[in-house]
């Protein structure tokens, strides 16, 4: 009964807002699928979240709002246009009185934007890079040491010039500061006090702390608020394979040195040691005694993994815990401990170690590296601060390339992992999903619209909001670092769904203009001055709400600071600019009385232009 007494135009308003809450709810179906996918983890929820809000709008829409504009706005009558809104009116439709302002609006806005957009984006990056209140001095080792010594010759010396410059109070202001060192690196890291100045802690570092450090390289960075949720955001990995375990090693380390060389702000390292650093000791059976004493050499085998690592006898069950069974001798504390130990030999008795077997020194890798079980060897890169993993991978890969060409070896093989194969990865499959979103969106303009031409027409505006997201971001970067990343991206998947409303106002209007008889300049006049005030609105409320996300600055801002100024840079292109392209778009003669447009009844066509 509530409905029966709306208005006609109440009604067609809120068909049309309906049909934009479910175009927007469909913009996002194909991330909601693909949320278990690796790279769409990260804004599975943000889509679950919107789509799910998207829904109670559209339950707002057709059942709250009728029966509160029943109620509050009973009998009112339609607010006249101002004298100003007229002439805005005509000022924005001009292009469609003009054949040759049309032609250059739809050149601009088309092939123009969309050329513009490619010339100005960003460069690409994995993830934001947030700022945290930590300064972090990472020490990379030329050559491995033990842990013993790398707290020796680097961790103590490090602290002891810490200590010297307190005393002296000439060091920057910090709170705490730790370290601690392993085989290949030392990492120290300071929590400064108050407001800090990165370039001057850094000066310091550099120049009192870890100056003249013995075979070793020094980073210096700022810590990142993503450091413990997504450690290795930022790095990727460049695996050697292909050739033996000696030439790989001689491989990868002439490699390193030649990126490190190559990339000098770069973090640099390797995963594991290139060389051999452990000490190994090499047993060979003597064959006479062994064949003297009946002994195989899998029987002696047996009792020198007894004698070293121990031998696995199977499992054992302690209440409802499963625990792994060895026999195992006593450590030795040195080698000739060990061959002086003796072995129970049947029918020949007792007899030392040294006695069955020959021995010998040699080194060996601390590890042995394996992908996809491959033998491998490899190197962790890292970009240098402010700079975006994307181009920083293009020209390691581009100098790797060149750096190949001049090497003899022909089986040596390169993979990339880490950031590097999850930015292509993800890259590949936004477009994937955006090309979907776009197939999903034309397909129900269409239905609503009831016209491919029309729907085509809507698709069409896009552009300028790509346009203005992109200009968005590279003023934003002037005063911060801005890269495109996911985050961002995600911005113009929002933005699509956003502008593409306003297009829809006006060629909805257009649609019901045609039908009631209107020609085709009288009903893009009609059009744009229905909707004109819908439009803006909805652009300001986007807008402003954004606003926050963009000019914040506090800590962590950066990683929604990219996506806010996209979407404020698109609304706002799309309300400056949409109105005249649409009217020069809708002037074409395809759009003229459009006879694919079945006739329906109009109740919501109002005169061209009202004043007072």
């Known amino acids: 009964m509530a409905f029966r007494k709306l ?60 029966a509160l504009t029943r109620q509050l706005l009973p009998g009112q009558k339609v607010v006249k246009s101002k004298a100003l809104s007229d002439k805005w009116t005509l000022f924005v439709t ?85 370290s601690f060192c392993n085989s290949t690196y030392c990492l120290v890291y300071f929590y400064p006090e108050g407001s800090w100045d990165f370039p001057v802690f850094k000066q310091w570092v550099d120049t009192q702390i870890v100056q003249d450090l013995p ?79 009946g002994m195989s050499q899998a029987e002696l085998n047996q009792i020198l993994v007894t004698l070293t690592d121990g031998a696995y006898l199977g499992q054992f069950y302690a209440d409802s815990d499963t625990l792994p069974f060895y026999l195992k001798g006593e450590t030795p504390e040195h080698l000739e401990q060990l ?6 030999i049947p029918n020949h008795g007792l007899h030392p170690l040294r006695s069955l077997v020959d ?3 040699s080194l060996a890798p601390s590890a042995i590296y394996r992908t996809d079980r491959e033998v491998s060897m490899s190197i962790n890169l890292v970009p240098a601060n402010g700079q975006p993993v994307g181009p920083f991978i293009t020209q390691v890969k581009a100098e790797v390339a060149a750096y190949l060409a001049q090497q003899p070896e022909q089986n040596l093989f390169i993979n990339y992992r880490g950031s590097a194969d999850q930015l292509s990865g993800f890259l590949t499959e936004f477009f994937q999903m955006f090309l979907v979103s776009l197939l999903i969106l034309f397909l129900l303009i269409r239905m609503a619209l009831n016209s491919w031409i029309l729907a085509l027409a ?42 593409i409303n306003n297009a829809i106002l006006l060629a909805s209007q257009y649609r019901s203009a045609i039908v009631s008889g209107l020609n085709q300049q009288q009903a893009i006049i009609q059009s744009t001055n229905y909707r004109m005030r819908a439009i803006y609105m909805s652009t300001g409320t986007s807008v402003f709400g954004m606003l926050p996300l963009m000019l914040s600055p506090g800590d962590g801002s950066e990683i929604y600071r990219g996506l806010a100024a996209v979407i404020v840079g698109g609304m706002s292109f799309s309300a400056l600019f ?24 109009e109740t919501n066509s109002v005169p061209l232009l009202e004043s007072e």
């Open 215 to 293: 075979d070793a390289r020094t980073y210096v960075y700022q810590g990142t608020l993503l450091r413990l949720a997504l450690p290795d955001a930022r790095t990727s990995q460049l695996d050697l394979k292909g050739l033996s375990l000696p030439k790989l090693q001689q491989a990868g380390q002439d490699l390193l040195a030649h990126l490190i060389e190559s990339f000098p702000g770069a973090r640099i390292t390797e995963v594991i040691p290139m060389r051999d650093t452990v000490a190994r000791v090499e047993f060979t059976p003597k064959a006479d005694t062994l064949a003297f004493m």
């Open 94 to 178: 001009a292009p469609s009185r003009s054949k040759l302002q049309g032609t250059v609006w739809l050149v601009l806005a088309i092939p123009g934007a969309l050329l513009l957009s490619w010339l100005i984006k960003p460069e690409l990056d994995l993830l934001p890079n947030p700022k945290e209140n930590i300064m972090m001095v990472y020490t990379a080792f030329d050559e491995p040491l033990s842990v013993g010594a790398a707290k020796t010759q680097v961790g103590n010396v490090i602290e002891q010039r810490i200590a010297a410059q307190k005393q002296l109070g000439s060091h920057p202001a910090f709170d705490i500061h730790g």
């Open 578 to 601: 949409s109105l005249g392209f649409m009217s020069a778009l809708l002037s074409l003669p395809m759009f003229d009385k459009q006879s694919q447009v079945k006739d329906e009844p």
């Open 359 to 361: 021995t010998q020194l």
């Open 339 to 344: 061959l002086q130990t003796e072995v129970m």
């Open 458 to 499: 809507v698709m069409l505006s896009m552009p300028l909001a790509i346009l203005g997201g992109m200009f968005f971001l590279k003023t934003v970067n002037y005063f911060a670092p801005q890269n495109l990343d996911i985050v961002t991206m995600i911005g113009f998947i929002i933005l699509m769904g956003l502008v």
């Open 7 to 66: 208005s006609p135009r109440c009604i067609a308003g809120t068909s049309s807002f309906n049909f934009f809450y479910v175009v927007q709810y469909c913009n996002f179906c194909p991330y909601r699928i693909n949320a278990l996918a690796e790279v769409s983890q990260l804004f599975g929820d943000l889509a679950f979240t919107i789509s799910s809000a998207l829904v109670a709008s559209i339950l707002v829409a057709l059942f709250l709002l009728p």
